[in-house]
């Protein structure tokens, strides 16, 4: 089985300055990387995804993230953040079975202060 | 292109009652998966329906099941309701099985049992 560690509940950050929300996953096996975004009252929107290739993905809205296998890492960063990015982010893991479940860390919610 | 819907949004039932939540895919998807969100245990998989087959269960008990169409809409039940069924209910679709299909979410239907 997957799981997942989103190591801050919550970020507070300043309106244009840079933000790293972790996560980190632990399974026996190969996994899919996921990071999603929620907006109060919406569901989940997906912001980037790690399948294989580059370990440097970059997503909307301009976010990136880096897997890195060594430390079973998949931290989330954005350089400069903007009001607009206050929401609940959520990291996730999938094997590779072909199967649609996800499973999801707890959240950070980001707050960004003007 | 139309995105998830799911009806109704909020839903009040008390316990021991029965709810069934219905979510219409993207036009063009075969899968949707189900997904229970609470503040105490987060984002946990219920379970993933394509061609109206159950592929995937999550560890929920036989009270929570689902169902799948032909036109790939899907109706999730909930039986003898419980105050811990309170809880947001995401449905999400994609084209197919396997991540490499992106889910998308829909808004939710948030349950709550009184």
């Known amino acids: ?114 | 292109k139309a995105g998830v819907t799911q009806t109704p949004r909020y839903l009040i039932k008390t316990r021991g009652q029965q709810v069934t939540l219905s979510c219409s895919p993207i036009s063009g998807h075969r899968s949707v998966s189900w997904y229970q969100q609470t503040p105490g245990q987060g984002l946990q998989f219920l379970f993933e329906y394509f061609s109206e087959t159950q592929r995937n269960k999550g560890n929920f008990p036989g009270r929570f099941s689902g169902r799948q169409f032909s036109n790939s809409r899907s109706e999730m039940n909930v039986s003898t309701l419980e105050l811990g069924d309170s809880a947001l209910y995401l449905c999400a679709s994609s084209r197919g099985q396997g991540l490499y299909n992106e889910q998308f979410f829909g808004p939710g239907t948030r349950l709550t049992v009184l």
């Open chain 1, 1 to 114: 089985a997957q799981s997942v560690t989103q190591l801050d509940s919550q970020v507070p950050v300043f309106e244009e300055a840079p933000v790293e929300l972790r996560c980190n996953y632990s399974s026996s096996v190969s996994v899919y990387l996921f990071w999603y975004v929620q907006y109060p009252n919406q569901g989940l929107q997906l912001l980037l995804k790690y399948l294989s290739g580059s370990t440097l993905v970059k997503g909307i809205n301009g976010f990136e993230a880096e897997f890195n296998k060594s430390q079973t890492s998949f931290h989330l960063r954005k350089p400069s953040v903007h009001i607009s990015d206050t929401a609940e982010y959520f990291c996730a893991v999938s094997d590779q079975t072909g199967a649609n479940n996800l499973f999801f860390g707890t959240g950070t919610r980001l707050t960004v202060i003007p």
